[in-house]
């Protein structure tokens, strides 16, 4: 059974800092897709990581990942305010069972 | 473009009561799935479908059905609710096939009282 743990769960951060939410799982998988959720909302795609040594970057979100360690990461550069939000990561180990995503990070970005 | 439309937003249901959330997509997608989001539990996959007339089970399905008559619905039935049933359900849709992100609807709140 696939395993998606992330940390930490819960973040507080003030602005103009860094860093980074860890996402592990447990079976071997070269997809991965990391996922923000405002409150209230629906879930609205970030990074799609489909090989070893991706990385991507959107603004002050950049996402990679190590498959041979079974991580990925969420770096956040300089956080600002309006990145608060709850952060998903999903993997897909490529069968019909969709996507295990881990519990999420709450992320609060105080001024 | 529409993307997945889910209706209604918000329901409230006496236990024991049936319904039927909605879901369609307009992108052609193979793949559908509904999820349900509770605190603190991130998304569990309850059914999926692969394709029009396919459909199988995910990790908490038990109280739930679903059909797939056509490429772009996916209905979700409550057939008998229960309090444990709420919880805010999701379905999404992606090309089973490719190597592309999952779209989420909007999002169904259940109260089931």
């Known amino acids: 059974e696939l395993k998606v743990e992330q940390n930490p769960l819960f973040l507080s951060m003030q602005e103009g800092k860094n860093y980074t939410i860890y996402c592990n799982y447990s079976?071997?998988?070269?997809?991965l897709y990391w996922y923000r959720q405002d409150p209230g909302k629906s879930l609205e795609s970030l990074f799609v990581?489909?090989?070893?040594?991706a990385v991507k970057q959107e603004g002050r979100l950049m996402a990679s990942l190590d498959t041979k360690a079974r991580l990925s990461t969420l770096h956040i550069t300089a956080a600002v305010h309006d990145l608060s939000a709850t952060y998903f990561c999903?993997?897909?180990?490529?069968?019909?069972?969709?996507?295990?995503f881990g519990k999420g990070t709450h992320l609060i970005i105080q001024p | 473009n529409a993307g997945v439309t889910q209706t209604p937003k918000f329901q409230v249901l006496k236990t024991g009561q049936s319904m039927t959330l909605q879901c369609a997509q307009d992108?052609?997608?193979?793949?559908m799935s509904w999820y349900r989001q509770d605190p603190g539990m991130g998304l569990r996959l309850i059914h999926y479908?692969?394709?029009?007339?396919?459909?199988d089970q995910g990790e908490v399905p038990n109280g739930y059905n679903v059909s797939r008559s056509t490429t772009e619905d996916f209905p979700l039935r409550l057939l008998s609710a229960a309090p444990s049933q709420t919880s805010v359900y999701f379905c999404?849709?992606?090309?089973?096939?490719?190597?592309?992100?999952?779209?989420f609807g909007q999002g169904t709140r259940l109260t089931v009282v």
């Open positions: 999404a849709s992606s090309s089973y096939r490719g190597h592309t992100e999952a779209f």
């Open positions: 079976t071997t998988s070269d997809r």
């Open positions: 990581l489909l090989s070893n040594g």
């Open positions: 999903a993997v897909d180990v490529g069968g019909a069972d969709g996507l295990t």
């Open positions: 992108m052609n997608h193979e793949y």
């Open positions: 479908s692969v394709g029009a007339g396919i459909t």
